[in-house]
């Protein structure tokens, strides 16, 4: 089955620098790629999502690419602020089904 | 409010008793899925509906656990005697019924600790 590992497991920055998460995916025919935003006591929010189709997209300082051959896919932030301080997670979907599978999440910390 | 609702928040029983959790999804939203997320780790996913039929299940998805979504509508989580690894974040999300590439929008979930 799909296997999603995300790293570093925690990063920290300074306030105005960059954040890059990286995840890997094992099953090639994965086809669909969100991330999400878990703030403590909170569900996930998806912030940015891409599919296989599209090598990059970008919505104000987050962007995300997609390295199909590869299989890997990262998570930019830039101009970081000490509210972008949550956990992040990676998940990739198949086309064959509708369950998302996550990696182990990142814990950014933004230092003002 | 037009996000995903789950109830309650937060759920402490003890070890063996029965559990009934609530989701009720985005307006409109046909799809309907149920994930586990333990301390420090990802979402596990557990089950998923189209309307009321459950098309998807998870090998995590003991016989103790039941999931069911009678009217298509608002969908309902059961733990029959619960045990200490029992304790998690039950989340639910939901999605439109258009093409499998949709979101899946979150609830903040439900906490069950087994004392």
């Known amino acids: 089955g799909e296997n999603v590992e995300q790293h570093p497991s925690t990063l920290s920055v300074q306030e105005g620098d960059s954040a890059v998460i990286k995840c890997t995916y094992s099953?090639?025919?994965?086809?669909?790629f969100p991330w999400y935003k878990q703030e403590l006591g909170k569900g996930p929010q998806l912030i940015i999502d891409i599919r296989s189709n599209v090598g990059e997209k970008k919505d104000q300082r987050i962007a995300v690419t997609l390295n199909k051959t590869a299989k890997h896919f990262s998570l930019h932030i830039t101009e970081t602020q000490p509210e972008d301080s949550a956990v992040y997670f990676c998940a990739a979907r198949m086309d064959s089904s509708y369950k998302l599978i996550f990696g182990s999440g990142t814990r950014l910390l933004v230092r003002p | 409010d037009t996000g995903v609702s789950q109830n309650p928040r937060h759920k402490i029983t003890k070890r063996g008793q029965n559990v009934t959790f609530r989701c009720d999804p985005i307006s409109e939203h046909n799809r309907l899925y149920w994930y586990r997320q333990t301390l420090g780790q990802g979402p596990e996913f557990l089950t998923y509906?189209?309307?009321?039929?459950?098309?998807?299940k998870s090998r995590l998805l003991s016989d103790r656990f039941s999931a069911e979504r009678p009217k298509g509508s608002f969908s309902t989580l059961e733990i029959q005697r619960t045990e200490q690894g029992d304790s998690a974040m039950y989340l639910c999300?939901?999605?439109?019924?258009?093409?499998?590439?949709?979101?899946?929008?979150f609830g903040d979930g439900t906490r069950l600790s087994i004392l």
């Open positions: 099953d090639s025919a994965s086809n669909y």
């Open positions: 509906f189209q309307n009321e039929a459950q098309l998807e």
């Open positions: 999300a939901s999605s439109p019924d258009s093409n499998s590439n949709q979101p899946q929008h």
